[in-house]
């Protein structure tokens, strides 16, 4: 059974940073992209980051780029997300996401694998 672990939410205030943590089980993705998604309350779920299989290709939002950044260790068979300069608008669950294959040719269609999220509150 693959799972995906994230670790590393909290409640920060503006302005802070935060790393998130996601460890996979169960599969090998180190041939495989991997990502991150956010999904606020109320709103549907939205691509945030993911990094093809070897780190070479970076997928990050537009709106997110200069804050977050995204890497990975695949000897550790995880993915990681830095978060700086927060804000409250970055308040949702963050979940990790991984694909089913080692580019990121669709951001959301070709994720074959989820975690189940863990919580980012920004107060202001």
């Known amino acids: 059974q693959v799972r995906l672990v994230e670790s590393g939410g909290g409640l920060v205030q503006a302005g802070d940073s935060l790393r998130l943590s996601c460890v996979a089980y169960g599969r090998d993705f180190s041939n495989y992209a991997m990502g991150w998604f956010r999904q606020a309350q109320g709103k549907e779920r939205e691509f945030v980051a993911a990094?093809?299989?070897?780190?070479?290709?970076?997928y990050i939002e537009d709106a997110l780029k200069g804050r977050f950044a995204i890497s990975r260790d695949n000897a550790k068979n995880a993915v990681y997300l830095q978060m700086n300069s927060l804000i409250p608008e970055d308040t949702a669950v963050y979940y990790c996401a991984g694909y089913f294959t080692d580019l990121v040719f669709d951001k959301y269609d070709a994720v074959g694998h989820w975690g189940r999220g863990t919580q980012v509150t920004v107060s202001s």
């Open positions: 990094l093809s299989w070897n780190s070479e290709y970076t």
